[in-house]
C-alpha cells in the first residue's frame, strides 16, 4: 500500500527538545576541557623537561641567578645575575655541564659544571664570560642567615664577618689597612666560608671587584678591567669574566679542609723552633725612630737583667742614614761591628727592618734608575715615584729579576757584615704603587706584586716576617698582623687579635705573629699616657699573646712595676711549657693537612650554632682552649664549653653537651683556659 502525500504539502520540521541544548553545550564545553588539559599536560611536561634541564645535582638555576640546596634540602647559596638575565631558550644542558649562549645583553659564554670529589661534598664550577670589552659582570651572593668567615684582614675586624651600609665594588688587592681604614688588608684571599657548610673561592684570572649592602645582606662579586688595575693577560682582549667554584659539604670544618686541601699552597717548612718558644723584643714601640747603639744594648741588658728569654732582637726604624740604604748610619752606631759582636756573645741573635723603598735621597736612588731596578711610569722611562709613610721614593720591582737579585744581594751582605739572622719585612701592599704603572713583567692581578715581595723572605724563612699574603702560603715564614693601637676595641684594638687571627688561619696561613704586646703606642691612639700603653690593657694583651704561635714585646714590663714583671715573667714561662710544645706539634703537621693551628670553637662542634658567633675564645690545636679577659675592669667572663669533658686551669672538670659558664672569675693574673679531657 501506498501513502498518497498531496501536492505544495511540505512535511514539518520536528521540534527541538529543550532538553537537548544543553547537552550540546557540555558535550563542548567538555571537549574544550579535554584540549586544554592535554595542553596544559604538554605544558607541563615541557616544564618539567626545562626545569630538569635547568637543574644539576642540588643547583636550580633560572634566568634571574640560582640556588644550591644541601643533602638536607636547605639553601645554603644563593646569587643573583645583576648584570644582566640569561635566555633560557640558549641553555643545553649535556652530562654533568649546564651551558647559555645568550643573555638579555647578547652573546656569552655561560656554564655550570657539576663536580662531586667525595659523597659528602658536591662543588660547583660557575663561569660567566662576555663578549663586549670595557663591560661588567656582576653577580649578588646572599648571606642567607648564615655566618660567613673568610676574605681578608680588616682595620675594624670581627668573626663573623660583620659589614656595614653600602660598599660599591672596588678592586679586591693588598692595601695597608692601617692607614687606608676602609681597605681590604694586607692578607687576603679570595675565599669564603659560611656556617651552613658553603664555601667559595674567585678564581685567579678574574679582575675581581668586592662590594656589599649590609641592608640586603649581600656581597658583590664583580668583574671589571675598565677603571680598575686589572689588565687581561697579553695577547687578550678586555673581555670581563667571572669566574668561581662553590663547594657544599656536610659541616663548616669538613668542607673549609675540603677547600684548604684542594685550592690552597701549603708550608714547605716551619720557621725556627726559637720563635715558637721564645719571646722575640722589637725595638720599635719602644724607641721608634731613636734607635741607636747605646739604646740597643741597654735593651739587650735589660732583657737579660730581668731574666727573660729571646728568640731574637728586632732592630726597628731608622738604623741607617736615609731610607734605602743597607748599611748602618755611623752617628748612630759607630761601632756596629763591635756592637754585633756583643750581643752574640751575650746570645742574642739580631734581626732588622727591611721595606722595598728607595727613597730619592739614598745614595741607592741613582744606581736604581741606571738599572731600572724600579716599578715605573708607564712610559717606562722614569720611576715611578711613590709616597708612603716615611718619605717620597721609588719602589723595587720585584717582577724584575735583576732587581730581585740586588734586593737579596744586599740582604746577603748585612748577613755576612753584621751577621744578621734575618728581617722583618714591612710594607709590600699594591697600595703603595703609584695608580699608574709599569713593571718589568705585566701585573694581570696587582696582588701578585704583594706575592712576588714575600718570595724575598725565602732565603730567611728561619726567623723572617712578612705583613702581606696573596697566595704566599708555601713561604713558610710567620705573617704578622697589622700594627695595633694601644686600645681595648675591635678596630685595630685588643679586641680584634683573636678575629683577625682567626681570619688568617682560615686563609691558610698557620704561622702568626700578633703583633707587639701592648699595641704599638702611636700618638692620639693609645689608651693610657702618649708613651705607655694602659696598665691593665698591657697585662691582659700580655696574657693572650702567650698563648699564640709567637709572643713579641716592645714596651718591656719593666716599664711599669714589679708584679708586670713577674706576670710577664709567668706568661712567658707558660707559653714556652704549655703552648710552644703544642704549637710545634702542630706546626710539623700543617705541611701536610693545611690545618690551623690557631682554631675557632666550631672546628670541635662544627653543628652547635653557639660556636659560630664566638669571637673571644679560640682552640690551639682540637685540645686547648683559651677564654682571655678582653673587656677593661673585668675580673670574670662568660665561657663557653663545647660537647666533651674539660678540664680547667684550677683543676675542675666539667662534662657537657655545650654548657655556658657565667661570670667565671678570672683574675689580672689569670688566662681561662681549658684542656680537652675526654
Partial sequence: MYTFVPERITPSKPKTSKEVKPMVFAVCFGLVLVFAAVAAWCYYRVSLRKAELLRTEKLNLNKEGFIIRNQKEDVVFRVAFRSGALDLD?????????????????????????????????????????????????????????????????????????????????????????????????ILERYWLSSKAAAIKINDSVPFLLGWNSTEETLYFQARYKDSPYRPPVGQRLFPELSYRVCVGSDVTSIHKYMVRRYFYKPARKPSESMFRYPIWSTWAQYKKDINQENLLRFAENIKMHKFNCSHIEIDDMYSKTYGEFDFDPLKFPNATEMFQKL??????????????????????????????????????????????NGIGAILDFTNPSAREWFQYNLKQLRVKYGIASFKFDAGEFSYLPEQFSTFKPLADPSTFSRRYTEMAIPFYERAELRVGYQSQNISCFFRIIDRDSVWGYELGLKSLIPTVLTISMLGYPFILPDMIGGNVYQNKTSGSDDLPDRELYIRWLELSAFMPSMQFSIPPWRYDREVVEIAQKFSQLHESLVAPLVLELAGEVTDTGDPIIRPLWWIAPTDEVTYTIDSQFLIGDTLMVAPVLEPGKQERDVYLPSGKWRSYKGEMFQTSGALLTDYAVDLDEVAYFTWAS
Fill in 90 to 186: 640558549s641553555c643545553n644542558k649535556e652530562e654533568n655541564i649546564l651551558r647559555c649562549s645568550r643573555s638579555s645583553k647578547g652573546k656569552l659564554n655561560f656554564f655550570i659544571m657539576t663536580v662531586k670529589p667525595k659523597d659528602t661534598i658536591t662543588c660547583y664550577r660557575v663561569r660567566w664570560e662576555e663578549f663586549v670589552a670595557d663591560t661588567v659582570v656582576e653577580h649578588a651572593m646572599y648571606w642567607e642567615k648564615a655566618h660567613w668567615y673568610g676574605g681578608s684582614e680588616m682595620s675594624t675586624q670581627h668573626w663573623p664577618i660583620k659589614l656595614s651600609g653600602e660598599q660599591e665594588p672596588k678592586p679586591f688587592v693588598t692595601s695597608d689597612v692601617y692607614s687606608f681604614r676602609n681597605s681590604s688588608g694586607g
Fill in 344 to 389: 752574640k756573645e751575650d746570645g742574642f741573635q739580631v734581626t732588622l727592618w727591611i721595606h722595598p723603598f728607595i727613597n730619592y735621597n739614598s745614595s741607592n736612588f741613582g744606581e736604581g734608575i741606571e738599572r731600572k731596578l724600579f716599578v715605573m711610569e708607564p712610559t717606562g722611562r722614569l720611576p715611578a715615584l711613590v709616597q708612603w709613610w
